[in-house]
Structures are given as C-alpha cells and as structure tokens.
C-alpha cells in the first residue's frame, strides 16, 4: 500500500519544521543576547529541540514505521525548550513565540506518538 499523510500528520510535519525554525532562529539571539540567554544548558536545549524537530518531520515524511516512538521524544524535547524559553521570556517577544512554538509542536507530535 502506498505511503499517505493524514492531515494531521501534514499539520505535525508543519508544526516540527515551524519549531526547528523558531528554535535555530532563538539560538542566535540568545548568543546576542548574551548572559543567561547564552548559558550552554539553553543554547543545547534549543539545538537539541531543532535537531530532533527536523528528524521528526523527516521521520513522517518517509512513513517510517518508528515515527510515533521519534515524535514522543520530540514531544519531551519541545516541551523542555518551551519551559526554558518561558523562563527567560520575561519581555523578550520572540524567546515567547519560541516558546509558544514548542508548545504547539509538543501537542502535535504527542497526537503522533499515540
């Protein structure tokens, strides 16, 4: 039987390609930003939460049969970031959207992972 995507899994594939944007996108900030932003624990995170997005999304595109086990752990990562990014948020507008990102990234790939 050929290879399809649901819906759902073209709106997770989204979401996971969305986080490892935003996530790519924070790191360089945080660099900028400097002080706890550039802490290595967060600097990983955010690299780890990017990285494992995008295997994610692969991991779907392909229909691999280990999808679901990938997602969960993407889930656990994506919501590791987004509490480290809300932690730092305080003002900062995009460290919210990264975390709000990971948020909706967790949800998606949670729904994958069942």
Do not use: W, Y
């Amino acid at each position: 039987m050929p290879h399809q995507i649901s819906d759902e899994m073209r709106q997770c594939i989204r979401n996971c390609s969305d986080c490892r944007n935003i996530c790519t996108e924070t790191v360089i900030h945080c660099l900028e930003m400097g002080g706890k932003h550039a802490e290595a624990h967060h600097i990983h995170l955010l690299l780890d939460c990017a990285q494992i997005c995008a295997t994610s999304a692969d991991f779907m595109l392909r229909g691999s049969e280990l999808h679901g086990r990938v997602c969960g752990v993407c889930a656990d990562v994506c919501d590791a970031c987004a509490a480290d990014c809300e932690r730092l948020a305080g003002n900062d507008d995009l460290m919210a959207r990264c975390a709000e990102t990971c948020r909706r990234c967790a949800a998606s790939c949670r729904r994958m992972a069942a």
